[in-house]
């Protein structure tokens, strides 16, 4: 019987940890979501907030779930749900730098599912009248989960390892 240790060490190599850590880092700073309206405005939805650019507000997460709660809409509940799952890639993959543990399929899971909850959002947002929604998170964290996804298999597969 053969065990795989290819999936918490996923690379020995330092700077593709690193590399790993900041795909995911990066992740937490752009967009999930852009709704654009018909008045020309637009709302950005970043896992840490809403931002307003016309007006330059910004609404963080905890501002919007503890003080704004009254009547949200059930799609709009799932983005914390992609922000855990992203915290969870995100923690998997400085697990990786910091002590050379990281399950890659952990952390490609937490942004696939992240991922799946922002189109869910983006979802809801678009059949409201007057507004569309752009699911660039969506995008993103499929990307760069199948990039980590993949590249790990390929490491694998590299180092003589069997599936």
Partial sequence: MTTDS???SASRSPARRRLRLLLV???GLVPWSVQTFTTGSATLLFPWGLVGPATGSV???TDFFLRFTMGLPDYILVWPVGVACYLVALGSALSGVLFGREDVRITAAGLALAGVTQLEV???FSVQPGRTAWPVGTVLLWAVAGFLYWS???ERDADGSSR
């Fill in 122 to 124: 983006a979802r809801g």
């Fill in 59 to 61: 609404t963080t997460i």
């Fill in 152 to 154: 790990r298999a390929n």
């Fill in 25 to 27: 880092f990066v992740l």
């Fill in 6 to 8: 290819a999936p918490r």
